[in-house]
């Protein structure tokens, strides 16, 4: 079955007895952009009368080894210095309640509440420094807490929509 990528728009050819058997697990990834693909969710309920594909609203978050998902049913998410946060990141340029994300209305937005604000890289946009203020985010990226990152940097924090 083709599968074409939401991030890239590649066609990608999916096994279909991998959507039989409900969520695949690793989830299929794009050939070109490895973003995990959105496979289309289909239930018979009555012969010939099939649901339309559901849309996924997750955010993964992904900083060393700790991964944190944000969707309605985890609907906020703050990053800063302090261990009361969700995600800790130590760093002298990090704020003590640095950022956060939330989701709202299906959209995930990142909120920069810090002195040095926030380096935001989506992939395909030029680079920003958030301060005080918000940003709707879409597809992948990364994120730097009061510095510029790179995708190999140990203080970068990858996102991804899926």
Known sequence: MLVFC??????????????????????????VCDSILLLPVTQISEPQKVVAPQTLHLLELRFHDHIIEISQDRPSVTMGRQRHNDLVV?????????????????????????????????????????????????????????????????????FTII
């Open 6 to 31: 939401e991030e890239c728009g590649t066609k990608n050819d999916v096994d279909p007895n991998i959507i039989a058997g409900g969520e695949p697990d690793p989830p299929p990834r794009c050939k």
């Open 90 to 158: 130590q760093d002298n340029r990090v704020s003590r309640s640095h950022a956060r994300f939330e989701y709202r209305k299906g959209k995930f937005v990142l909120i920069d509440q810090s002195t040095n604000g926030t380096y935001v890289f989506i992939r395909g946009k030029k680079g920003m420094n958030l301060k005080q203020d918000e940003l709707p985010v879409h597809g992948n990226g990364i994120i730097g807490l009061g510095r510029k990152v790179t995708p190999d940097s140990p203080q970068a924090i990858h």
